[in-house]
């Protein structure tokens, strides 16, 4: 029995636990939901109720005054409001998602969700954000239960045919262009070290320090130039004929090869 239970936790099968509470941290019915809410103490994730003011709050596309709004402008005045809440967020520790709602219900428009590295982050989080305002407004904050943004949003909005449109009760997540989110996002990856040039030692440290990216480049360069001289003298014979030019997929077969004997040399 307990094994059922446990399978069916946070399902539509379970009658107990409401399985949207439980997916998105935000349930239609509120309070006055049958299914109990089973709010976290702790959890990495943290949601800001309703904490965006989309400048197009009553009628997609127009202002208040009932003028049209360019959706530029519109993109504009969110992506300030990301990068505002991001660098204040990002204080506290390690982001690893910052999701904001593009939904229209009452019980997900302008929900701002922000996962940390780690769960003492978003309890430091937690606490400094209580009783703040912005904009304003008063800062609702509490921990959720989203872990997994996979199973919170909505697939056919991002693959732009979902027909319930913003009051569906899946997040629909309002993007940011690529260059904002490089420049967030981008120094935490800078932080961490690429597999992908694991065989050339002290590569990260050097250009953690330097910040140029053609010093990186030179470097990679020359230990490749390097590992190309060492294998073609300890290549055989057959080698030494001129070859024949090459396919990507030989090319990357044998960089493979070669960064496999750097590796068992160091």
């Known amino acids: 029995m307990a094994e059922h239970l446990a399978s069916i936790f946070g399902t539509e099968k379970d009658r107990v636990n409401c399985p949207f509470y439980f997916k998105i941290g935000a349930c239609r019915h509120g309070d006055r939901c049958s299914r109990l809410h089973n709010r976290p103490t702790i959890s990495p994730t943290l949601l800001l109720s309703n904490m965006y003011q989309r400048p197009d709050m009553i009628t997609p596309g127009v202002d208040a005054q009932g003028q049209p709004i360019d959706p530029r402008k519109i993109q504009e005045h969110f992506e300030d409001f990301y990068e505002d809440i991001f660098e204040e967020l990002s204080k506290f520790g390690e982001i690893e998602c910052l999701n904001v709602c593009d939904n229209l219900a009452d019980h997900m428009i302008g929900n701002v969700y922000v996962q940390f590295r780690e769960e003492e982050q978003a309890a430091a989080a937690l606490h ?15 921990f959720s239960p989203v872990t997994d943004f996979r199973e919170a949003t909505c697939r056919q909005f991002e693959e732009n045919n979902c027909n319930r449109g913003g009051y569906c009760n899946f997040m629909h997540v309002k993007l940011i262009g690529r260059e904002l989110r490089n420049k967030l996002f981008g120094r935490y990856r800078r932080r961490s070290r690429s597999r992908s040039f694991s065989p050339i030692p002290h590569l990260r440290s ?13 470097y990679i360069d020359r230990d490749y130039e390097r590992s190309r001289r060492t294998h073609s003298r300890s290549s055989t014979s057959s080698r030494s004929r001129t070859p024949v030019r090459e396919g990507s997929k030989e090319r990357r077969a044998r960089i493979e090869q070669w960064n496999r004997e750097r590796e068992e040399n160091q």
């Open 128 to 142: 400094a954000l209580q009783g703040r305002f912005y904009s304003g407004r008063p800062i609702i904050v509490e």
């Open 206 to 218: 050097r250009h953690r320090r330097d910040g140029d990216r053609d010093y990186r480049r030179s």
